[in-house]
């Protein structure tokens, strides 16, 4: 669906909750209000409507107010409290800033804070809180293509998810298996949220440089194409040396242009990469590939990752540990399932970048088939592991129960489509934007549609 004319405005969840504190800087109007509105102001729900307090002044606004700025361009509100990295090992909360129309609405009991603006802005806001907005031009400018492509893609598809009617589930379970993925089908109330389950967005709280604005300038109404449909183009931290097929991740589509490639410019020697293979599977993930998104470049790294995502250095080939307790209490309060005793944790089938797609988990008291990569790694982890290529090595059996498990891993995140760290390196190297999203992406096509 290329039938756009103009450049769209969208709609991004910020937060939900009970109470919401936010302040508005400079002059925003409200239907139905004659005198324009700013400052500080705690809203909450009475009788499950909106009632805004600023000072000594109560407006009540029912269940839907939208604050809209006079001056787009100049005025902005801010939010307190935003979680960010929800359920990540980096999870925290910050006041963030944003331009646009301000929107809150009630829905099951809170007051879900919008925000609607342009793209183009919005893709700005992307690009700097996905990475630092010091990085090199190419890299932002491939960055800003696939961000912008994956959004519309998501727009599109929703759309026609409705006029179909149709309910789109993501969870499938019997006695033997639970299979689930997560996608932003999950969102009914606008198109997008802010945080890493959609596209990691910061409003302007992130310093914008010339570099990122320039990026998103030269790029506007750019998106990557495939059989005349803007490409469901994705993207994550570091592959591990090979990316996975979309297929493997989320829905059972098979997409062309989201292949699995090896992250080099040319083919991995001295590994044999048939993901069917554990043999191949242990030598690939615990070996050493050459890789493009294998760096330890501090100057690179600094550059494309913003400071909470450098405390993660092992993001390449990683390790994780745990005893039997420890593990056994990960999976219970995960799953809300009594494995009993962990016995095993079994391959059952792996993708191309020998990321994990089914898992069996072998215990005293219950065994069970999990899938796919993201429900893996959130079953395994007080928050989640890197990615799911990993291999297991179990330690101090006793009477078939080990004492300890060993996970090494390789990667970091699901792995389909674009490699940041990688393309960063890419980037580093000379390459152009359009070169390196067409390692990332094979046989899709830029195209401008506004």
Known sequence: ?????????????????????????????????????????????????????????????????????????????????????????????????????????????????????????????????????KCSLQLLKAHAIVSRSWLLAQINKSKVLRKRKEDYNTTFDTKEEHIKWYDREDHKLFDVCADDHCQRYQGITKIFTDV???????????VLTSDNEICD??????????????????????YPYLTSVADYKFEPENFNTDYRDEKAAQKWIRGNPPAYCSTSDKRVLSQILPDFDQETTDFFRWKVEY???????????KSNIDFGDILDLQPVERGKSFRLIKLRIKGSKKTLIIGKELEIRKFLSPS??????????????????????????????????????????????????????SHYFRGAKLKKIY
């Open 212 to 222: 990122s604005v320039k990026a998103v300038d030269e790029t506007s109404g750019l």
């Open 384 to 437: 989640h592991l890197y990615s799911s290529a990993f291999v297991v090595e179990k330690q101090s059996i006793v009477n078939g129960v080990p004492a300890k498990f060993i996970l090494y891993g390789a990667g970091w995140g699901h792995g389909v489509g674009l490699c940041q760290i990688g393309a960063a390196v890419m980037a580093d190297r000379g390459y152009r934007f359009d070169e390196i999203l």
């Open 323 to 333: 005893n039997q307790e420890e593990l056994k209490n990960i999976i219970l309060s």
């Open 233 to 254: 183009a994705r993207y994550y931290k570091a592959c591990g040396g090979l990316t996975e097929e979309f297929q493997n991740v989320w829905e059972p589509v098979k």
């Open 1 to 133: 669906m290329l039938d756009y004319v103009s450049e769209p405005q969208i709609s991004v969840g910020i937060l939900a909750d009970k109470l919401i504190t936010f302040e508005l800087y400079g002059d925003f109007k409200v239907t139905g209000y004659q005198n324009t509105f700013s400052g500080r102001f705690k809203a909450e729900l009475q009788n499950n409507k909106i009632t805004a307090q600023r000072t000594n002044e109560k407006f009540d606004f029912g269940t839907e107010v939208s604050f809209e700025p006079l001056d787009p361009a100049e005025e902005s509100f801010l939010i307190r409290d935003v979680t960010i990295g929800v359920q990540f090992h980096w999870e925290r909360k910050e006041k963030q800033r944003f331009t646009g129309i301000l929107k809150l609405l009630v829905v099951d009991d809170k007051i879900h804070i919008i925000n609607i603006l342009p793209i183009e802005r919005y893709l700005i806001s992307v690009i700097s809180s996905e990475m630092s907005s």
